[in-house]
């Protein structure tokens, strides 16, 4: 498949932290079906973040989307997605990370969080 396993470099943490942050804020605010802790087949979750991400069926399956696009950009370093020629979000996908990314990025404004507001995506 072409992903490299575990060894991440700080820039990619940074933005599956930031993914997996902007996700379960979402999922926690807006949905309220069953929950699990989200698991990832290329990496411990907890080690990158400490804690465990609580999202549900839907957040999870564009969470490893997401995550899998990014650990998959073929560019180093990788460019702000709005400029990248080539857009790894399509469709359904896309409409709903950028949902999800005004949201929790609202979100965290409302509560000072400016430090993690997103470089990632537009
Ligand atoms: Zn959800």
């Known amino acids: ?3 490299k396993k575990a060894n991440f470099s700080e820039k990619e943490k940074d933005d599956i932290r930031t993914l997996m942050k902007f ?3 979402y999922c926690r605010e807006n949905h309220n079906g069953e ?3 989200f698991s990832f087949k290329l990496f411990d979750v907890k080690e990158i973040e400490k804690e465990e991400i609580f999202v549900c069926a839907d957040c999870s ?3 490893t989307y997401g995550l899998t696009m990014r650990l998959k950009c073929p560019h180093d370093p990788k460019p702000m997605c709005k400029k990248c020629d080539n857009q790894c979000y399509h469709g359904e996908y ?3 990370i950028r949902e999800v990314m005004k949201f929790s990025g609202m979100h965290m404004i409302k509560r000072g969080r400016l430090d993690l507001l997103y470089h990632y995506f537009a």
């Open 1 to 3: 498949m072409g992903l």
């Open 23 to 25: 996700v379960g804020i």
């Open 35 to 37: 929950k699990t802790p």
């Open 61 to 63: 399956r564009l969470l």
């Open 94 to 96: 896309k409409s709903k």
